[in-house]
């Protein structure tokens, strides 16, 4: 079956880095998202992965490895802001998105 | 495994027809599911709440109208696009919410793709 695993929380401190992995085993792939959101609001795009290897935008960056199965989202210098949800969600050979079940981000003074 | 499913995955159809799209809660009955589309890159637009039995309730700049939502039972929700025209393409994804003692989650679907010609 199809599956994304992504841990269920987190916590980091204000101004410090965190990094959160999403491993996936889909039938195809045709590039990985990750999302923001927050309690009550609809998820914000952050970064799409199709081609391996790290892409920065930002404090946000979004790693991917194909052949591993495996992506991460970093999070530098971290806000109080940043506190939500993350998604990860890939899109099978079919067009359709798998989705983890999020990791809720706490981040503390 | 998937707890949201969509009907159908994508669709293709002419400008003027309607589009029937399902979404079903499969292991929980939701009074309340989401509806969203969404266009490349870019974050999920909420267009509407629908709750069962009664009417859905639409983000602003949403037409009732165009975006029919029917939320007949507690694992169904349908959302027509009447009367689709070439920038109704988008992908349309649906949710169903669950309470939690300290969290709440939501489950997405696996997206619906719409293309109008």
């Known amino acids: 079956g199809q599956n994304i695993d992504q841990p269920t929380e987190m916590t980091a401190t204000e101004g410090a880095i965190v990094q959160i992995n999403c491993t996936y085993q889909?039938?195809?792939?045709?590039?990985l998202f990750w999302y923001q959101q927050h309690a009550g609001e609809a998820p914000t795009f952050l970064s799409y992965?199709?081609l391996d290897g790290l892409e920065e935008k930002g404090r946000f960056s979004s790693f991917l490895s194909r052949s591993k199965g495996y992506s991460y989202l970093l999070l530098k210098e971290l806000q109080m802001k940043d506190s939500a949800s993350y998604l990860c969600a890939v899109m099978d050979s079919n067009y359709q998105l798998i989705w983890g079940a999020g990791t809720k981000l706490i981040i503390k003074p | 495994g998937a707890v949201v499913s969509q009907h159908p995955s994508w669709v293709i159809c002419k400008s003027g027809t309607s589009v029937k799209i399902e979404c079903r809660s499969l292991d929980f009955q939701a009074t309340t599911m989401f509806w969203y589309r969404q266009f490349p890159k870019q974050s999920l637009m909420l267009m509407a709440t629908?709750?069962?039995?009664?009417?859905?309730?639409?983000e602003q700049g949403v037409e009732k109208d165009k975006f029919l939502i029917n939320h007949a039972s507690l694992t169904l929700s349908t959302l027509t696009v009447t009367s689709a025209h070439p920038e109704d393409s988008s992908f349309y994804i649906c949710?169903?919410?669950?309470?939690?003692?300290?969290?709440?989650?939501?489950?997405f679907g696996p997206g619906t793709r719409l293309t109008v010609l």
């Open positions: 629908s709750n069962e039995g009664s009417k859905a309730t639409y």
């Open positions: 992965n199709v």
């Open positions: 889909t039938s195809g792939f045709n590039g």
């Open positions: 949710s169903r919410h669950e309470a939690g003692k300290e969290t709440d989650t939501q489950y």
